[in-house]
């Protein structure tokens, strides 16, 4: 069983910034990682990758964010970051946490609560 917990969403003036974490907790030794990182899902839209890494240390960024997002790992706290500057009202929506990898053979999927994050006019 692993845990993927978010903090940090709140409301935030048009050009702010926040910080959002997200800490992994349970059985992470058991899962070979292939991917982790952010999604977020605004009403009635698709849930979308904002910004993540995949096996090999690559990042990905969706190109709506890139020079205003930054993603980060912390491998010895368990921990994955968004740093998000210069927000828009656009980027109002619920975030979530993902970690994808194999575990005993299988492909497994985690997601995390989800945080909301309001970004005012």
């Known amino acids: 069983q692993v845990q993927l917990v978010e903090s940090g969403g709140g409301l935030v003036q048009a050009g702010g910034s926040l910080r959002l974490s997200c800490a992994a907790s349970?059985?992470?030794?058991?899962?070979?990682?292939?991917?982790m990182g952010w999604y977020r899902q605004a009403p009635g839209k698709q849930r979308e990758l904002v910004a993540g890494f995949i096996s090999g240390g690559m990042t990905k960024y969706a190109e709506s964010v890139k020079g205003r997002f930054t993603f980060s790992r912390d491998s010895a706290k368990n921990t994955v970051d968004l740093q998000m500057n210069s927000l828009k009202p656009e980027d109002t929506a619920v975030y979530y946490c993902n970690l994808e990898g194999f575990s005993g053979g299988y492909y497994r999927h985690y997601w995390g609560q989800g945080t909301q994050v309001t970004v005012s006019s």
């Open positions: 349970g059985s992470i030794s058991t899962i070979s990682t292939n991917a």
